[in-house]
């Protein structure tokens, strides 16, 4: 299976921005539908936004929807996440997913990917 391994989380102020990284150990395109999801804590970890494997579609949250934007490097096997305007409660640990397919064809449904980075920390302040 493919790895994955996360960077790019920090801690920022409300209305500040971040780009979260996810590295693959080999190339996804073509491969692996990706996502991003996060755990508040207390809380279920929720899908935010995932691209399909041939980077055509993509799905957000309705909460980060205009804020957040998934995008891929084939070139550099990997996933990002830039958030903007970000807002205390999108503090949470955020996670890199993978899935060879996505059964149900909603992206944003966690029990479709079984592979997943160790996480990021984002703290808005």
């Known amino acids: 299976h493919v790895q994955l391994v996360e960077s790019g989380g920090g801690s920022v102020q409300t209305g500040g921005s971040l780009r979260l990284s996810c590295a693959a150990s080999?190339?996804?395109?073509?491969?692996?539908?990706m996502g991003w999801f996060r755990q508040a804590p207390g809380k279920e970890r929720e899908g935010v936004a995932a691209?399909?494997?041939?980077?055509?579609?993509?799905a957000y949250a309705d909460s980060v929807k205009g804020r957040f934007t998934i995008s891929k490097d084939n070139d550099k096997d990997t996933l990002y996440l830039q958030m903007n305007n970000l807002k205390p409660e999108d503090t949470a640990m955020y996670f890199c997913?993978?899935?060879?397919?996505?059964?149900?064809?909603?992206?944003?449904?966690?029990?479709?990917?079984?592979?997943w980075g160790q996480g990021t920390q984002v703290t808005v302040s």
């Open positions: 997913a993978a899935a060879r397919l996505v059964y149900s064809r909603n992206l944003l449904l966690m029990k479709e990917y079984n592979i």
């Open positions: 691209i399909d494997s041939d980077s055509i579609t993509t």
């Open positions: 080999e190339a996804t395109s073509h491969t692996y539908c």
